[in-house]
Structure formats: C-alpha cells, structure tokens
C-alpha cells in the first residue's frame, strides 16, 4: 500500500508562468505546495490536490485554464489527482469534457482523479450526465484518496 503522507523531491513543480511557489519549502520534510492560475496545488504522495480558486469554469476560458491545470499536475509527476470545487458554482459540458480527456490520458497509468466539496449544482451536473460512476464525487479530501486507494486495489 502506498503512503500517502511521503513526499518525494521529483514531485516539485518548475517555477514558470503558470505556477508560483506558494510556500518555499526549507528542507524534504516541508509540505510542497504551489499556486497555478485557477488552483492552489498541494502534493500528499503520488496525490496532486489542487483546490480551484475560480467560481466558474465555462466556455473557452474555463476550458483553457482546466487544460493548462491538467496539464501542469500531469508534468508534475502525480499519478493521481483530487479536485477541490468547493469555490466553482459553475461548470460546463466543455469543462466536462476536458476532464474526461485527462482522465483517459492518466487511466493507462492508472491515474484517477476525484472531485471533493463539489457545489449542488457541479455535482448535479456530474449525476445527470452519469460522469458521477467514473469520477469519484467525495465530501473531504481524505474520502477522495480512499475512494481511489479502493479504486486502484480493484483493478
């Protein structure tokens, strides 16, 4: 079983335009933590949990800053990643879509990824479209890597 409290030094993100150093981690013990454009990202073991900052995610724009976040935890070395939505009151099909492309890149891997503190209406719109089976909508952070875990031991 893995430990989802170690951290690894090749699971740090290179500073560049898109993502700034929250915090400046004095040595390996320190929680490694960054900020992208849309989302604050934290690393528990092999898990980016990235906590969206925007209240909306629809259009073009919103698909643009969900593709550049995917893609910024995917270069980060994470194999699984835990979205906290408890700031997004809106999404789109769009964005949905997006996350279905993501999640079929990580799912060779193995990769998962969840959806934690969604709004009524994010998670309603995850229900209605059924995407509810494949992404595992939990209520902390902590469900959200068990839920995985349990995902991962099944396959």
Known sequence: MWNIFKRTADQRFATGTLIEPAVEPTDESQPHSHRNVIATIDFIGPVAVATL????????????????????LAQ??????????????HMDSSCLGC?????????????RIALVNADHSVAYLFRMT?????????????????AMERASAEA
């Open 53 to 72: 900052t925007v209240t909306e995610l629809t259009q073009d724009d919103g698909v643009v800053q969900l593709t550049e976040l995917l893609d910024d």
């Open 76 to 89: 980060s070395g994470a194999r699984h990643f835990v979205l906290d939505v408890r700031n997004v009151q």
């Open 99 to 111: 996350l279905v492309e993501a999640l079929n890149r990580m799912a060779a891997d193995g990769g």
């Open 130 to 146: 059924r995407l509810d089976r494949v992404f595992p909508i939990c209520s902390d952070v902590m469900a959200a890597l068990k």
